[in-house]
């Protein structure tokens, strides 16, 4: 399996490419979805913006299903990897500005200390 995104010149759409076959993909009312992160179980995380290029919010998409992921009090929130536990990593705004790495389990935000350069 593979997963991307493609700009069509107005919009950006996340694909899955799998078994040979190409299909795209958008989050409800997104302008943009951006995929990338798949785990063997087919499972994708990505990041969607509405209305523009500014922000974001992340998402796990499971059979079909998405999943919004934001962290509590940020900006912007952005899943870019998941392994085959369902852990996910990515990063987010904080309400400074300041990015953040980012680590997510069905229990719980992890946040590091250490901000990302």
Not at 16 to 34: P, Q, V, W
Not at 80 to 91: Q, T
Not at 92 to 109: I, K, P, Q, V
Request: charged share 20%.
């Amino acid at each position: 399996m593979l997963q991307g995104y493609y700009d069509d010149g107005l919009f950006i759409h996340g694909f899955i490419r799998s078994h040979g076959k190409l299909s795209a993909f958008d989050y409800l009312r997104a302008s943009n979805t951006y995929a990338f992160g798949i785990d063997d179980e087919g499972r994708i995380v990505g990041f969607y913006q509405v209305g523009g290029l500014s922000g974001g919010h992340g998402y796990e998409l499971v059979d079909g299903n998405f999943t919004a992921i934001d962290v509590p009090d940020a900006s912007a929130t952005y899943a870019s990897g998941i392994n085959a536990a369902g852990d996910i990593c990515g990063s987010f705004l904080d309400s400074r500005g300041n990015c953040m790495d980012l680590f997510y389990t069905t229990e719980a935000f992890k946040r590091s200390t250490i901000p990302i350069p």
